[in-house]
């Protein structure tokens, strides 16, 4: 069965829609965490980041950009976040790749933060080892 967004794209579904091209559409959430909320949509129904070849990846953050400049004009926030959860434990619940952009004002608490942690400098030179030589393994 098709995606709710996958039912936006297609025009079943209304949505507030801001912005289209041929690999993306930008559209208001409908349970906005502040004032603009925004989500970037990726045409091609694809769980999350990982399922992206590289092209709509590039897209994506596109149209990312030049959405979040509009909203910055029109809405002058203080700041924005983009969010992009990916899986149910980061708190994805429509798997068809979206990018949110939340603006945000001054001591609004629209989005939760996480709590800082501690590492030690071993864990961090090891962790980094690791994941460095894997990064290199996914580049090529
Ligand atoms: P996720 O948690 O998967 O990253 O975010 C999904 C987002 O989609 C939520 O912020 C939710 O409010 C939004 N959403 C879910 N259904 C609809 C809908 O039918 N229309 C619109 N405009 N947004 C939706």
């Known amino acids: 069965m098709a995606s709710i967004f996958s039912r936006i794209i297609s025009g079943e579904i209304p949505a507030a829609k801001l912005y289209e091209d041929a690999q993306t559409l930008a559209f208001l959430d409908i349970n ?3 004032r ?4 970037i949509v990726c045409k091609e129904e694809l769980p999350g980041l990982l399922d992206l070849p590289p092209e709509l990846v590039c897209a994506a953050a596109l149209t ?8 910055l004009a ?5 700041g924005f976040n983009i969010i992009q959860n990916n899986g149910k434990a ?11 952009i939340i603006p945000r004002w001054e001591g609004d608490r629209a989005v939760g933060y996480w709590r800082p942690g501690t590492a030690t400098s071993d864990d961090l030179r090891e962790l980094a080892a690791l994941i460095a030589a894997r990064v290199v393994e996914e580049s090529v």
């Open 32 to 34: 906005p965490a502040s």
């Open 36 to 39: 603009g909320h925004t989500l």
């Open 64 to 71: 990312t950009q030049v959405v979040a400049k509009a909203l």
């Open 74 to 78: 029109v809405l002058q926030p203080d």
């Open 90 to 100: 980061a708190g994805q619940v429509v798997f068809h790749y979206h990018v949110h």
